[in-house]
């Protein structure tokens, strides 16, 4: 298995099991029902919708009034989607 994305630093985990793990059941696409991307451009994709969950949360933020806690935003707008998106 390829692993130009993981470095290892100790000794804890070899290079022999960062392999096993990618052989392991469940972890090619189709096990996370992900059929015309790849797992990478899932991520890719979820982050980057986080990202923009996080910036329309903070315009809301900026536009409480000072004696306002925010609960009800961060909920809707941050908690929520970010959940959702999990």
């Known amino acids: ?43 890719s994709r979820a982050w980057a919708d986080a990202m923009d969950y996080w910036r329309i949360y903070q315009r ?3 536009n409480l009034s000072e004696d306002s806690y925010g609960i009800t935003e961060t909920r809707n707008y941050w908690i929520i989607p970010l959940l959702q998106l999990l």
């Open 1 to 43: 298995m390829n692993n130009n994305c993981i470095h290892i630093e100790g000794s804890i985990l070899s290079s022999d099991i960062i392999d096993k793990i990618g052989e392991l059941k469940g972890q090619k696409p189709a096990d996370f029902a992900i059929q015309k991307r790849t797992v990478k451009d899932e991520i």
């Open 60 to 62: 809301r933020v900026e």
